[in-house]
């Protein structure tokens, strides 16, 4: 099992940047890859971006791309997401995954075994 802690959600204003974190523990050579997904209210969860755990792949949804960026922190077992220039539409409750067995389809929901419980990310114009 991967026990997945997820920190760093806030309120900003449109324009500004925050920074999630997510650690994970337990079994995590097992991991594969990492993922974060954001669900706002009355909406579907969807992908946000991902990351291979080796570090060397990373993965955006094009509502996103070039704004946030995802990393590794290989000494702490943590991933981060990076997100800048936040618009109202990025408020969400944000989830931490993790994937324990190999797919390429990062950007799929249910190819994820664990999940964090998830924090709010508000976002005022």
């Known amino acids: 099992q991967v026990q997945l802690v997820e920190s760093g959600g806030g309120l900003v204003q449109a324009g500004g940047s925050l920074r999630l974190s997510c650690a994970a523990s337990g079994l995590t050579f097992s991991i594969n890859a990492m993922g974060w997904f954001r669900q706002a209210p009355g909406k579907e969860r969807e992908f946000v971006s991902a990351i291979t755990w080796s570090g060397a792949s990373t993965y955006y949804a094009d509502s996103v791309k070039g704004r946030f960026t995802i990393s590794r922190d290989n000494s702490k077992n943590t991933v981060s997401l990076q997100m800048s220039s936040l618009k109202p539409e990025d408020t969400a409750v944000y989830y931490c995954?993790?994937?324990?067995?190999?797919?390429?389809?990062?950007?799929?929901?249910?190819?994820?075994?664990?999940w964090g419980q998830g924090t709010q990310v508000t976002v005022i114009s």
């Open positions: 995954a993790a994937q324990t067995y190999y797919t390429a389809q990062y950007h799929l929901s249910n190819n994820y075994n664990s």
